[in-house]
């Protein structure tokens, strides 16, 4: 069978380690579909015409190994063309691109500000220190051959920083930014 839906965001966990106020990530649990399962789901998207997979969360990475075995089972069993996830990058070991790279297309990364503040103020953790992270990221990109996504959500707290002289310093494939709009009632 066949779709027009090529590419699925599948969020297979919603456990995050931050709390970005923005987040639509509200309910938070701590089920994970058993592996055997998730692949079952994964092999009947791929029967539908799904070319791409994007792994994201919550934080995936705070499942690694379970990340992992999805990754290496989409590309390696049921052949799916693109893999991709995308994480806040704070959980992120290079022993996860020595093990599972050669699996991934596309790998992005969450950075809504370069400040050590604002991150705070975001709710990227208690330190704000993800910038070093990200260009950590960056470099096991590049050595893994890797495309390497930005993904950056603009709010009243970052609204006026210059982002410019970072991003290039990154020299991202692929820079996505988002705006948060309010929904009433959400």
């Known amino acids: 069978r066949s779709s ?3 590419s699925v ?6 456990q995050c380690n931050f709390n970005c106020g923005f ?4 309910q938070k649990s701590n ?3 058993p592996i055997e399962e998730a692949i079952k789901g994964l092999k009947i998207l791929k029967d539908y015409g799904v070319r791409k997979i994007n792994f994201a969360g919550g934080e995936p990475f705070i499942h690694p ?5 999805l990754i290496k089972r989409c590309k390696e069993e049921i052949k799916i063309e693109k893999i991709s996830i995308i994480t806040n990058g704070s959980l992120v070991k290079k022993d996860f691109f020595e093990k599972f790279g050669k699996y991934i297309d596309v790998f992005g990364v969450s950075c809504d500000s370069f400040n050590k503040e604002t991150n705070i103020k975001i709710g990227r953790g208690k330190r704000g220190d993800n910038v070093q992270k990200l260009f950590e990221i960056r470099q096991l990109c590049k050595d893994y051959n890797i495309k390497f ?3 950056t ?3 009243n707290l970052n609204k006026d920083e210059n982002m410019v002289e970072n991003i290039k310093k990154l020299n991202p494939d692929r820079w996505k930014c988002f705006q948060v709009l309010m929904v009433r009632g959400e």
Do not use: M, S
């Not at 965001?9 to 919603?14: L, S, V």
């Open 65 to 69: 190994k379970y990340l992992g075995e």
């Open 23 to 26: 987040c639509f990530h509200t």
């Open 4 to 6: 027009k839906i090529i």
């Open 149 to 151: 996504k930005l993904n």
């Open 9 to 14: 965001n599948y969020h297979f966990t919603r």
């Open 31 to 33: 089920y994970l579909l």
């Open 153 to 155: 959500v603009v709010c």
